[in-house]
């Protein structure tokens, strides 16, 4: 069997992760004829810091290709991603495309598989805001309905994409069977499955390694809990100034320690506020940072007092540690989060930021939802039972 992997933004060399371990392992087992994953990088992300470090750090091979598209408009950056791929699929002849979550890189992958009827693989499908106003939203809707198995990462996933249309669910929308004894079967349509979601198949993969690697709490003179931990990247949140400037107010009004890595849009978006405000972001509490490796990440997460974020990927770590997530977004797709209390959504009052940040407190609730650590396995163990 061949696949052919497309990834090319942060998070979803993460995503990737899990599933090419599990390839790697199946591989190395020799229990069936070997599986070939051709990693293609778009070059969406492209900054040492947003790319190369993911991948010496998790121990992926380096990308097969990377077809170096770099940063443009939502229709360029996609056409000419769309065009390579296109090419790549013509020559590699895959089994399998698999694309991940909701970048431009995963609807390119999702068109240029779609149309030359090569089998497509969602993972992280049936993620909704419900807002037309994100990009991603329409990468995801996109993606998904060009999909042939649509991996879901929860059960509230499998019922939006229910309420869609799609009808072929395997078991239930429950979490499938940790034996895998079921093979799944293209027939009835596109088939959803919930398999969990490889973020937590990482967490779980890399924690103890980071603890042990990492050094970026003495580098950054912290201690365990006497800090917050910020991302902010969302076109909302960079691209409106004065959405910019409340979100950042309300960090210095916090008064605490809070380490800031910035996403390049961020830093950009910050270097062109105007100077009274900026000179405010001298020598105060917020520690601003390049973006970090996996790794340093993992570790700022789970040693914080509390998470401000924007970022999908991140409000599921602060979960899946137990870390109390403030997000800074009018709405979120991963409601288990806030259900079981863990995750408040407040978009970007600078009032509302800040009691959060100073009063939010962990609830005694269960943490779940996101399986069990082996959504790899399960990916893996349907694309083989599925092949048409
Ligand atoms: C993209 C995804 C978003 C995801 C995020 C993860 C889309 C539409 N958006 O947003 O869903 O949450 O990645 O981080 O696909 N830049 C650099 N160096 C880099 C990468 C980007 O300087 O290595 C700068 C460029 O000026 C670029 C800007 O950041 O124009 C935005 O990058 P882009 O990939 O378009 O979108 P993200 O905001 O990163
Ligand atoms: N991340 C990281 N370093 C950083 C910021 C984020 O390693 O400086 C990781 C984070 O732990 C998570 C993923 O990148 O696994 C989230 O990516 P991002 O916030 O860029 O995208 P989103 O999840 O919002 O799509």
């Given at each position: 069997m061949k696949i052919v992997t497309i990834v090319g933004a942060r998070p979803q060399f993460i995503k990737a992760v899990p599933v090419s371990r599990a390839i790697r392992k199946y591989n190395q087992e020799g229990r069936g004829s070997q599986i070939t994953e051709?990693?293609?990088?778009?070059?969406?992300?492209?900054?040492?810091?947003?790319?190369?470090?993911?991948?010496?750090?998790?121990?992926?091979?380096?990308?097969?290709?990377?077809?170096?598209?770099g940063s443009g408009s939502h229709g360029w950056q996609t056409a000419q991603m769309l065009m390579q791929i296109e090419e790549l699929l013509l020559a590699e002849k895959p089994d399998w495309v698999i694309v991940y979550g909701d970048t431009n890189s995963t609807v390119a992958g999702a068109l240029a598989a779609v149309k030359l009827q090569i089998p497509l693989a969602h993972v992280e499908a049936g993620l909704r805001s419900f807002n037309r106003e994100m990009p991603e939203e329409h990468n995801r809707v996109l993606t998904d309905h060009c999909s042939d198995l649509l991996f879901c990462p929860t059960q509230t996933a499998v019922q939006n994409l229910q309420k869609e249309g799609f009808s072929n669910i395997v078991n239930n929308g429950q979490l499938v069977d940790t034996c895998f004894n079921r093979s799944p079967i293209t027939d009835h349509g596109p088939l959803v499955v919930n398999v969990g979601d490889t973020m937590y198949d990482a967490v779980l993969q890399f924690s103890e390694i980071a603890c042990q690697r990492s050094t970026v709490l003495q580098d950054l003179g912290v201690k365990s809990k006497g800090y917050l931990l910020a991302t902010v990247h969302r076109p909302y949140n960079t691209d409106i100034p004065e959405n910019l400037r409340n979100i950042l107010t309300a960090f210095l009004e916090i008064g605490e320690p809070v380490i800031f890595p910035i996403h390049p849009r961020t830093r950009q978006r910050i270097a062109a506020l105007d100077g009274l405000f900026k000179s405010q972001l001298e020598n105060c509490n917020?520690?601003?940072?390049?973006?970090?490796?996996?790794?340093?990440?993992?570790?700022l997460e789970r040693n914080a007092r509390l998470i401000l974020t924007d970022s999908g990927g991140m409000q599921k770590e602060a979960y899946f540690f137990g870390v109390p997530c403030v997000t800074l977004r009018p709405e979120t797709e991963w409601i288990e989060t806030v259900?079981?209390?863990?995750?408040?959504?407040?978009?970007?009052?600078?009032?509302?930021?800040?009691d959060k940040a100073l009063n939010m407190q962990p609830p005694q609730s269960e943490r779940g939802a996101f399986g069990d650590g082996y959504a790899g396995e399960r990916i893996l163990h349907t694309l083989k039972n599925s092949l048409p």
């Open positions: 051709i990693m293609v990088h778009t070059g969406q992300h492209y900054d040492y810091g947003m790319s190369q470090v993911f991948f010496e750090e998790l121990g992926i091979s380096e990308p097969h290709v990377n077809l170096g598209v917020v520690e601003f940072l390049d973006p970090v490796g996996y790794l340093d990440m993992l570790v259900q079981a209390g863990w995750n408040v959504v407040v978009g970007t009052e600078p009032s509302l930021i800040i």
